[in-house]
Structures are given as C-alpha cells and as structure tokens.
C-alpha cells in the first residue's frame, strides 16, 4: 500500500526552527517528485515547496522562500522540510503528497499532516 | 501569479441532488492540468479529479470533471451523505508553482 507518514512537528517558538519528515512506503520513491503543502486552522490549502524525484529540482512558494529548504533522502525513502525564521502565520498542518508524474502535478497520495504551531 | 476563484463559497443541498462547483483560473491552464480534491473535517485531501476530466483510481462515477482553459467545473450527480465535504481545484500546468483554490464547502 503507498502511504506517507510525516512526522517533526510542535510547538516552536517565533524565530525558531523545525525539521519535518515524510517517510514513503509501498512505491519507487526515487521516482516521482514530492512536495509539502499546508493549511492554516480553518483555512485553504497552500503549496509549499516541491521537489523532483531526485532531488536535483526545487521549487518555493513565495511565502517561504530563503526560509524553507526541501530536502530528500532517496536511500532512506524519506521526505523533509527545514523550517528557518518561523513566524506566527507558518502554524499550519503539513502534509507531504506524492505527485502522478513529471515536476509539478497533481498530488495522488496524501500523508495524514503534521502540526506545526509558532507561539511564544 | 495565477489564481484559482472557486465559486460558490458554500454550496447548500440534500442527498440525491446534483452538485456543481465552478473553478475559474486567472491564466489559461495548459494542458488542462486542473484537479480537483475532497477534504472531510480532520482528515487529509483526497485527490478526486486530475486532467480536468481523469477520475482517480476508486472514485466512484457520480463524480465528474470538465472544462479547459480558464473555466472547469466538478460535477457530483447525486450527492451521497459521505459526499458533504471541502473541495479544492488546484492547477498544475502553468507558472513555477501549484496553485489551490479557496475551496467550495457542500453542506446539507
């Protein structure tokens, strides 16, 4: 069965960091790019970052960019996502999603989130 | 920077109705890279539609997709009591990035 599971969320203060995780299983990890999207308490889904399955390729979304770094692990089947400078509005939960094909694509399996909360 | 309107907001209807949710983009999407996803309370999206038009694997046929370009539109035939939900449209075809939409809400 292809499944993700995220892990590395919290409670962090403004200003700090934090390391999430993704580990993929049941499919060629290698092979398909992966990215990171998020939803705010009672909001809409937000794309973070993406990137290709070898990891040679990123992308950002601007409200992260030079403060979040994608990140993969093809030996270790795993995802992460470094978050630098956290602010108030980066508490989300984030989801790591597995893309159909090629770079950008729409997002076939779904982990179940990770909750990353930024307050003092 | 490309923007999907979805509309309307909250789409307020019974088991056995039809539903259709609009998803308008700022740019025309090549290719017609346009998905749509379901979201139930607490739980993770689920990928329903990709291709503007493609069902994914186990969604059932009451669930449809169609349009190109600027303007898409999901279609749910008769609503099931599991069907009252968020969806989203995000497209993936055009800028260096993927965009979602604000989300519809079907509600009994």
Known sequence: EVQLLESGGGLVQPGGSLRLSCAAYGFTFSSYATAWVRQAPGKGLEWVSIISGSGGSTSYADSVKGRFTISRDNSKNTLYLQMNSLRAEDTAVYYCAKGRSGYYSDLVVWGQGTLVTVSS | ?108
């Open chain 2, 1 to 108: 920077e490309i923007v999907l309107t979805q509309s309307p907001g909250t789409l307020s209807l019974s088991p056995g109705e039809r539903a259709t949710l609009s998803c308008r983009v700022s740019q025309s999407v090549s290719s017609s890279y346009l998905a749509w996803y379901q979201q139930k309370s607490g739980q993770a999206p689920r990928l329903l539609i990709y291709g503007a038009s493609n069902r994914a694997t186990g969604i059932p046929d009451r669930f449809s997709g169609s349009g190109s370009g600027t303007d898409f539109t999901l279609t749910i035939s008769r609503l099931e009591p599991e069907d009252f939900a968020v969806y989203y449209c995000q497209q993936y075809g055009s800028s260096r990035a993927l965009t979602f939409g604000g989300g519809t809400k079907v509600e009994i």
